[in-house]
């Protein structure tokens, strides 16, 4: 089974379009995340949610909007889609313990190209 | 929040070990220290992870000296499907993955 899943894999669309990424996780974890890899691998932080609750916001353009209508999913929204949005998009989870780290299961990725 | 620091990339032969390290000048008394590997399209996944001194799983092996200020990734005997990226991380930036470290292993 698969633990943590996104669709679609690829999403090709024109500027100023609006389209939205799900993901999904089937590991009971309370904490999901969005991360941006854009073409040199650098892999950064969008937003975090943990029981539905935005606790992360990394200063990513309001056209950015995630929606998590329960802890096992985390959907991104993107409006107004422009050409420097082209990446590929991580959704990931973790389950917060005490004192080890938060091991994060990432998804298989959405590449996004605008044209 | 903690910052870690890492070459960016590297090349190896088949069969040989591989060692990556990577800095932790800020690194807090309760952070742990996680590596990460990423496989051509295909999204990271955890490797090792470790507090002090040797941790060693059936990937690889990660040092940590006694002031923590760095970690070592070692990886046996390399093969050409450990080509990859490798991300290191300390607890309180485990969300700034950054660039990684590009590891290409050679036939």
């Known amino acids: 089974d698969t633990a943590v899943s996104q669709t679609p894999k690829y999403l090709v669309t024109q500027m100023g379009n609006d389209k939205s990424i799900k993901c999904e996780q089937n590991?009971?974890?309370?904490?999901m995340y969005w991360y941006k890899q854009d073409s040199k691998k650098f892999l950064k932080i969008m937003f975090s949610y943990n029981n539905k609750e935005l606790i992360i916001n990394e200063t990513v353009p309001n056209r950015f909007s995630p929606k998590s209508p329960d802890k096992a999913h985390l959907n991104l929204h993107i409006n107004s889609l422009e050409l420097g949005d082209s990446a590929v998009y991580f959704c990931a989870s973790s389950q917060p313990g005490t004192g080890v780290s938060y091991e994060q299961y990432f998804g298989p990725g959405t590449r996004l190209t605008v044209t | 929040l903690a910052k870690t620091t890492q070459p960016i990339s590297m090349d190896s032969y088949e069969g040989q070990e591989v060692n990556i390290t990577c800095s932790h000048n800020?690194?807090?008394?309760?952070?742990?220290i996680t590596w990460y590997q990423q496989f051509p399209s295909q999204g990271p996944r955890f490797i090792i992870q470790g507090y002090k001194t040797k941790v060693t799983n059936e990937v690889a092996s990660l040092f940590i000296p006694a002031d923590r200020k760095s970690s070592t990734l070692s990886l046996p005997r390399v093969s050409l499907s450990d080509t990859a990226v490798y991300y290191c991380l300390g607890s309180e930036d485990r969300l700034a993955f950054g660039k990684g470290n590009q590891v290409v292993v050679i036939p």
């Open positions: 590991l009971g974890h309370d904490t």
């Open positions: 800020n690194i807090a008394t309760n952070d742990y």
